[in-house]
């Protein structure tokens, strides 16, 4: 049974960090190019980052660069992302993605509210 489960979400502060965790099973997870998603409430949901399935590569959406990092642990099937000087802005659900041709899986998502 495939499933990611994210986790490392919460309640931050503007300017604060949070490290967002995306735990995978049941499929081929050095096969698959992972990625994390943002849906804020009444918005479509969002590419955030995207790591190559060896984790040679990777790539933002504009507003993140320089701010979030993607990573991942193909040993431990474990992708994460390190999110520094938060603005309200990236208050959304951030979701876990596994692709690969013609496949997709998603996580539940994990809740990241930045306020005061």
């Known amino acids: 049974q495939v499933q990611l489960v994210e986790s490392g979400g919460g309640l931050v502060q503007p300017g604060g960090s949070l490290r967002l965790s995306c735990a995978a099973s049941?499929?081929?997870?050095?096969?698959?190019?992972m990625s994390w998603y943002r849906q804020a409430p009444g918005k479509e949901r969002e590419l955030v980052a995207a790591?190559?399935?060896?984790?040679?590569?990777?790539n933002y959406a504009d507003s993140m660069k320089g701010r979030f990092t993607i990573s991942r642990d193909n040993a431990n099937n474990t992708m994460y992302l390190q999110m520094n000087r938060l603005k309200p802005e990236d208050t959304a659900v951030y979701y876990c993605?596994?692709?690969?041709?013609?496949?997709?899986?998603w996580g539940k998502g994990t809740q990241v509210t930045v306020s005061s």
């Open positions: 993605n596994a692709a690969k041709p013609s496949t997709w899986y």
């Open positions: 049941g499929f081929t997870f050095n096969s698959y190019v």
């Open positions: 790591i190559t399935s060896a984790g040679r590569s990777t």
